[in-house]
């Protein structure tokens, strides 16, 4: 069986005119099917920085990263993942917000648009379609 996600010897510094900070050195893992993976650590430690690599949000500066063993690039919708800050915005219904990425990317598709319509019944959160974020609850708001 194959992994179904390698990381391999990645490493990412971000850059200020004050100089360079290390987030991640030379971090390898494989993710196999059907495997949970927890990340794990103090605060500013590159946990979010690795799921933004994973994601291709950012790249490496070094060590590749594969999904399905296709290299993980940028604007890949591949993989998605929830912030610890939702950021959603109150101007918009919930139903609005979360059509939001389909709208942005061009893509309100009819079959889209019910599967939206679905995700909705599904968790729940139908009869909230026209509330505003700040009438949800934290875990309805995720």
Known sequence: ???ILKV???CLSYHTLSGETPALSHISFDLMPGEFLSIVGPSGCGKSTLLNLIAGLLAPECGSITLDEKPVSA???AVGYMLQKDHLLEWRSIYKNILLGLEIRKELTPEKLSHAE???RIYGLDRFRDARPSQLSGGMRQ
């Open 8 to 10: 391999r010897d990645v």
């Open 75 to 77: 604007g890949s919708t």
């Open 1 to 3: 069986m194959n992994p």
């Open 118 to 120: 679905e995700l909705l």
